[in-house]
């Protein structure tokens, strides 16, 4: 079975500095999707980013990119110049073909001003 | 164009009741998955209807129950409520397929059910 693991409960970062998430899985499937999700106090749960397995290329939007390694089976994600509006529960989480998601636990992010 | 609609927002219910919530997808979409996520966890999957009929399950055990209308809308049922069901319940609406691959999941707001 598939799992995801967030060993980081809690992160936190200056305003306008970087920050690092970390994920990694465990899967046998070769071919799946990867994902980061935000969710705001409001509880919508809201696409980051993601990445395509058989794409070695790591993804970027905007502020987001991701450090995607597959061998390693790890995929953090970078957020850099952070906004106060960044804070937020970031999840990581696995798809495969099927369309289930498998989330990981969570990392609380808190933006200090 | 709406996105995913869940109703109500919030439900408080005593042991022993049943429940349904309800969702709508986005505009487009065919294929609506279910979440539970209770305080302090990550989302766990129950599951996912395409074309009316239950396509994947997750490790939820029978009292969890679905349905998925011809417009694509989807129920979620829950019979015989134990206070561990209290949790947010998160609904996703995705383009499917006759195919493995789906699409990218939008979430709605999600239905906080108390269970007293």
């Known amino acids: 079975a598939q799992t995801v693991t967030q060993s980081q409960p809690e992160m936190s970062v200056q305003e306008a500095e970087t920050v690092t998430l970390s994920c990694t899985y465990d899967?046998?499937?070769?071919?799946?999707?990867l994902f980061w999700y935000k969710q705001p106090p409001s509880r919508q749960m809201i696409l980051v980013i993601r990445?395509?397995?058989?794409?070695?290329q790591n993804a970027t939007e905007n502020r987001f990119s991701v450090n995607f390694q597959k061998a390693a089976k790890s995929f953090s994600l970078k957020i850099s110049d952070s906004q106060l509006g960044d804070a937020a529960m970031y999840f990581c989480?696995?798809?495969?073909?099927?369309?289930?998601?498998?989330f990981g636990q969570g990392t609380e992010l808190s933006v200090k001003p | 164009d709406a996105g995913v609609t869940q109703s109500p927002t919030h439900l408080i219910k005593t042991r022993g009741q049943q429940v349904t919530l309800r969702c709508s997808p986005k505009?487009?979409?065919?294929?609506v998955s279910w979440y539970q996520q209770a305080l302090g966890q990550g989302p766990q999957f129950i599951f996912q209807?395409?074309?009316?009929?239950?396509?994947q399950r997750g490790n939820f055990p029978d009292r969890f129950s679905g349905h998925q209308f011809p417009n694509y809308s989807s129920e979620l049922n829950v019979n015989a409520l134990l206070l561990g069901d209290s949790a947010l319940y998160l609904c996703?609406?995705?383009?499917?397929?006759?195919?493995?691959?789906?699409?990218?999941?939008?979430f709605g707001p999600g239905t906080r059910l108390t269970v007293t």
């Open positions: 996703a609406s995705s383009l499917g397929s006759a195919g493995v691959t789906f699409g990218e999941q939008y």
């Open positions: 899967t046998s499937e070769s071919d799946y999707y």
């Open positions: 990445q395509e397995a058989y794409k070695q």
């Open positions: 989480a696995y798809r495969s073909g099927g369309g289930k998601l498998i």
């Open positions: 505009s487009g979409h065919d294929t």
């Open positions: 209807y395409y074309e009316e009929e239950e396509r």
